[in-house]
């Protein structure tokens, strides 16, 4: 059995490592149509706290999901994770 993994996308927020497709930056028209298109799909997920978009979270559930803080820092996080070594316990 596969272990769950969690990254955290700032504020307290987390999401499942297992389950993240793709982490990009919201700047190109093709993402910010990505994202209207899961506004409207009721998949979009807003975890910024009302800061600025800085990177998006795409899922394989298609779930779409905001965070405040950069593609790079989520990116390490998901990195380190996987690198921690797991809990025998």
């Not at 307290?12 to 497709?21: P, Y």
């Not at 149509?33 to 990177?55: F, K, P, S, V």
């Not at 989520?74 to 316990?89: G, I």
């Amino acid at each position: 059995m596969e272990s769950i993994q969690l990254i955290n996308i700032g504020f307290g927020n987390i999401v499942s490592a297992n389950r993240v497709i793709a982490i990009v930056s919201p700047e190109s028209a093709p993402i910010k149509r990505i994202i209207t298109d899961a506004r409207e799909r009721g998949q979009l997920i807003d975890a910024t706290y009302g800061r600025r978009t800085r990177a998006v979270i795409m899922t394989d559930s298609s779930h779409v999901v905001l965070s405040a803080i950069q593609p790079e820092t989520v990116a390490h996080r998901f990195v380190v994770n996987k690198e921690a070594p797991l809990n025998s316990n």
